[in-house]
T-cell receptor
Framework: GESVGLHLPTLSVQEGDNSIINCAYS??????FIWYKQESGKGPQFIID?????DKRQGQRVTVLLNKTVKHLSLQIAATQPGDSAVYFC???????????FGTGTRLLVSP | EPEVTQTPSHQVTQMGQEVILRCVPI?????FYWYRQILGQKVEFLVS????????KSEIFDDQFSVERPDGSNFTLKIRSTKLEDSAMYFC????????????FGQGTRLTVV
């Protein structure tokens, strides 16, 4: 089947800490993955993506790691800021399908 | 910065009534989508649309749902006879070349069926 799940429903960190949000996916045929940030009352906002032919991709303050062997995806946020507080979703695109399958989300709480 | 816009932001409707949710995707995008998010739950795929036809739909997208691109800019989701369980946030999204490029989401329409 196809399902994407998250290990931690809530993550609380201090401002300035590094945050790691994890995601497990079950469809080994998925070839494209995205992390979205969703603030209250808003739509998902694209953060970073990675294709299955890569293990790591870096953006500004964010890094996505993909481990295809164990079907695991993580989002690392460096120097977490209060503005990073939101729900983070991983999403996968099963190869050959025109859709994204979203995980259940992790709430990131950043304390000043 | 180009963005996906959705109207209305909030729609309240009586059970059994028809609703139309409207979206203006990013202008040069080719793929359009509707997703929904029931309060506190994950985002669920409804339908994808390309070249003026549905390319994929989920089990949720039954005969009560339809999509249309009536002109070169709008993309609509119609629910023919709303049910209480249709209450959710509905998100429109668009992507450029295919699904393997980033999909941009609108701010959503909150549909409340009473």
């Amino acid at each position: 089947g196809e399902s994407v799940g998250l290990h931690l429903p809530t993550l609380s960190v201090q401002e300035g800490d590094n945050s790691i949000i994890n995601c497990a996916y079950s469809n080994s045929a998925s070839d494209y993955f995205i992390w979205y940030k969703q603030e209250s009352g808003k739509g998902p906002q694209f953060i970073i993506d990675i294709r299955s032919n890569m293990d790591k991709r870096q953006g500004q303050r964010v890094t996505v790691l993909l481990n295809k062997t164990v079907k695991h995806l993580s989002l690392q946020i460096a120097a977490t800021q209060p503005g990073d507080s939101a729900v983070y979703f991983c999403a996968e695109n099963p190869a050959g399908f025109q859709k994204l399958v979203f995980g259940t989300g992790t709430r990131l709480l950043v304390s000043p | 910065e180009p963005e996906v816009t959705q109207t209305p932001s909030h729609q309240v409707t009586q059970m059994g009534q028809e609703v139309i949710l409207r979206c203006v995707p990013i202008s040069n995008h080719l793929y359009f989508y509707w997703y929904r998010q029931i309060l506190g739950q994950k985002v669920e795929f409804l339908v994808s649309f390309y070249n003026n036809e549905i390319s994929e739909k989920s089990e949720i997208f039954d005969d009560q749902f339809s999509v249309e691109r009536p002109d070169g800019s709008n993309f609509t989701l119609k629910i023919r006879s709303t049910k209480l369980e249709d209450s959710a946030m509905y998100f429109c999204a668009s992507s450029g070349e295919d699904m393997n490029t980033e999909a941009f989401f609108g701010q959503g329409t909150r549909l409340t069926v009473v």
